[in-house]
């Protein structure tokens, strides 16, 4: 199983970023997908999620309005588009299968992306 993060960056405070995760190694049609995020000196938080038909979705409430996750099964991919970014989004951003929000836990994690909001 490999989930291959990409797209993060220095962004400044108010802008945009789409983060995106390929997944390889299982059925991602069929596995739930979220993202999570680890900030320094902090634990690592549920961000979003999306069902394995993109039909449903879930948001800390810290991103509701801002962020959106989609997927797209064809290509094995999920994003996380980030609006109206803040400095407090400022972390290392991990895509995940079949996450569990209540425990911050998921079968399999990407290695991570950086993400930083300053001016």
């Known amino acids: 199983v490999q989930l291959v993060e990409s797209g993060g960056g220095l962004v400044q405070p108010g802008g945009s970023l789409m983060l995106s995760c390929v997944a390889s190694?299982?059925?991602?049609?069929?596995?739930?997908m979220g993202w999570f995020r680890q900030a320094p000196g902090k634990e690592r938080e549920f961000v979003a999620a999306i069902t394995w038909s993109g039909v449903t979705t879930y948001f800390t409430d810290s991103v509701k309005g801002r962020f959106t996750i989609s997927r797209d099964n064809a290509k094995n991919t999920a994003y996380l588009q980030m609006n109206s970014l803040k400095p407090e989004d400022t972390a290392v951003y991990y895509c995940a299968a079949a996450p569990r929000a209540t425990t911050n836990e998921a079968d399999y994690w990407g290695q991570g992306t950086q993400v930083t909001v300053s001016s």
């Open positions: 190694g299982f059925t991602f049609r069929r596995v739930t």
